[in-house]
């Protein structure tokens, strides 16, 4: 039976660390996960939901601050193939060249497109068309290893970073477990990374959230949805913030872009560069979620339209 160690820390983690308990052909001898964070308003200390996995099934955890200083115990156990998917941390070359099969990871896109924290987000942020999962072989640099496995997925037009998220993570299951016998059983044949062709997809900033009107409707539709359901775009009016869910594509032309130019019964239109993006859910500063037409109960259009968002 083959022993494995697993590393991951996100609910991203967690379909992928449980197909491995699982199957009767692998032993998951140990999970390392990020440490332990204070959650919510009362500032809980919560175990990440690896974590939480590892605990339920009695799986020896491991929580280290700092990876590269603090793991001889995790090498104790002796896996013989190491699988990372989501953890968090720069993983040692110590650690890296001690399996015998390797260390491998599970990435959430096609690889060489999209190395880093984010590739969902910006994937769907940048319009793309299909992404996918990416088996590869761990080295020092940022997801730079060659590439083992590869399986694409159609991102539809309504799709978020939240519902591409969940498919993704039921593929990276799958592909793991189809690619697993074949490094085993030495059959695979690597591919090299084509360094041109890298794209980045680095942790979202706050300035990558603010909805900029100027753009064009279509890049806006796919900024609020590449940024569903976290952080989540936002633009201010009347010095508050707004939180933007989800938003539909419209043509019409009047006003400049920002400008609140239709009130409709289920939205809020906002002049684009190029057209008109119409809000059909958000979040007013302080207050809770709301579909636009329950917003709009109670207020008056005329007080709306002309108003700015910046």
């Not at 794209?199 to 706050?206: E, L, Q």
């Not at 508050?240 to 043509?251: M, P, T």
């Amino acid at each position: 039976m083959t022993k494995i160690v697993f590393m991951g820390t996100p609910d991203f983690s967690v379909p992928v660390l449980e197909g491995l308990i699982e199957n009767k052909d692998y032993e998951v001898i140990g999970v390392v996960s990020q440490p332990d964070k204070k959650v919510g308003r009362k500032q809980i200390i919560t175990p990440s939901k690896v974590s939480e996995v590892a605990l339920k099934n009695n799986i020896k955890l491991f929580r280290p601050e700092k990876l590269r200083k603090e793991y001889e115990d995790i090498l104790e156990t002796k896996p013989d193939i190491i699988v990372t998917c989501a953890y968090g941390q720069i993983v040692p070359k110590e650690i890296l060249d001690f399996p015998k099969y390797g260390c491998i990871n599970v990435h959430a896109s096609l690889l060489p497109k999209y190395r880093g924290g984010a590739p969902i987000h910006k994937a769907i942020i940048d319009g793309e068309e299909k992404t996918g999962i990416t088996i590869m072989y761990m080295n020092e640099g940022l997801d730079k290893g060659d590439i083992i496995s590869q399986k694409e997925i159609k991102i539809e037009d309504t799709d978020t970073t939240e519902t591409m998220h969940d498919k993704l993570s039921v593929l990276g299951r799958d592909l793991l477990l189809e690619t697993l016998p074949k490094i085993i059983e030495g059959t695979i044949n690597p591919i090299k990374q084509n360094e041109e062709e890298a794209t980045f997809a680095h942790n979202i900033s706050r300035e990558e959230e603010h909805i900029d009107f100027n753009k064009n409707t279509k890049d806006i539709y796919n900024q609020v949805r590449g940024l569903n359901s976290f952080p989540l775009a936002f633009a201010i009016l009347d010095n508050k913030e707004y939180k933007i869910y989800s938003g539909k594509i419209s043509d019409a032309k009047k006003g400049t872009p920002g400008e609140i130019i239709n009130i409709y019964k289920d939205g809020i239109g906002v002049r684009t560069l190029d057209g008109e993006y119409i809000i059909t859910e958000l979040k007013e500063e302080g207050k809770k979620r709301l579909l636009a037409k329950d917003y709009l109960n109670g207020k008056k259009k005329e007080d709306l339209i002309g108003k700015k968002f910046e």
